[in-house]
Each structure stands twice: as C-alpha cells, then as structure tokens.
C-alpha cells in the first residue's frame, strides 16, 4: 500500500497558509505549499510554492517548483521552473533552472541559472549551507 508510491503522496498535500497570518520562524513541508500570509523565517517546500499577492516572505525560499505574486525579501532557490507573476517583488539572488517573468514583476538581484541537478546546495552571507 505505502510501497515505492508513497514517495508521491506527498506531492498531493496541499499546505495553506492563509491571509493575516503572521508565522515567525522556519517552514519545512512535504507537498505544495499556497502562502497567502506572511512569513518571517526561511521556506523549504519539497513541492511546489504559491504566493499570493498579499503574501510576504523574509527570508530563504527553497522548492521544487514557484509561482510568485506576493514579496520576498531573501534568495530563492527553485530546482525546476520559477515564475515571476505581474506585480510581484523579489529582493534577493535567484537559483533556478528556468525563469518566467512577467510584465510588471521586479527582481532586484542576482541570477544564476543552472541544471536541476546543479542546484543543490548555495551558499547564503552568513555561510551556512542550505540544502535541498
């Protein structure tokens, strides 16, 4: 029953942090992650994020896949494919595969685009590894 399936279980998980919700510190979930709150730490999704437009992140952002709409102040490292929505606000280095940005977005950063399975570890200002 839980065999080598139970691996994409996970993946069907949908995690929702909804609006006026104020989280301080880390998140790790296993599945997809729809963030329409505000979160103060860092954000390692082993699916895929959504970001609201009300939506706000300080800090680290790691995922499989992301669909931004909302702010993040802090480096994103996305392993597949990460959309930039129209009016959404990105203060931070960028590690990704592929890079979709639409009118409207801003991204104020670097932007280092690489193999999926190149992107496994970075190194933030503070030396610390931050692994997927």
Do not use: P, W
């Not at 959309?83 to 801003?106: R, S």
């Amino acid at each position: 029953m839980f065999g080598k399936d139970s691996k994409l279980l996970h993946h069907h998980i949908v995690n929702i942090i909804q609006h006026q919700t104020v989280i301080t510190g880390d998140i790790r979930c296993n599945g997809d992650l729809r963030l329409d709150g505000m979160v103060k730490g860092n954000i390692i999704v082993s699916g895929r994020l959504v970001m609201g437009h009300d939506a706000h992140i300080e800090g680290i952002v790691e995922c499989e896949n992301a669909e931004i709409s909302g702010k993040i102040k802090g480096d994103v490292k996305v392993k597949e494919t990460l959309q930039l929505k129209k009016h959404c606000l990105v203060e931070g280095d960028i590690y990704t595969k592929k890079l979709i940005i639409e009118n409207d977005a801003v991204f104020n950063g670097k932007c280092m685009m690489r193999k999926s399975n190149e992107i496994n570890t970075i190194k933030t200002e503070s030396n610390k590894n931050i692994t997927v």
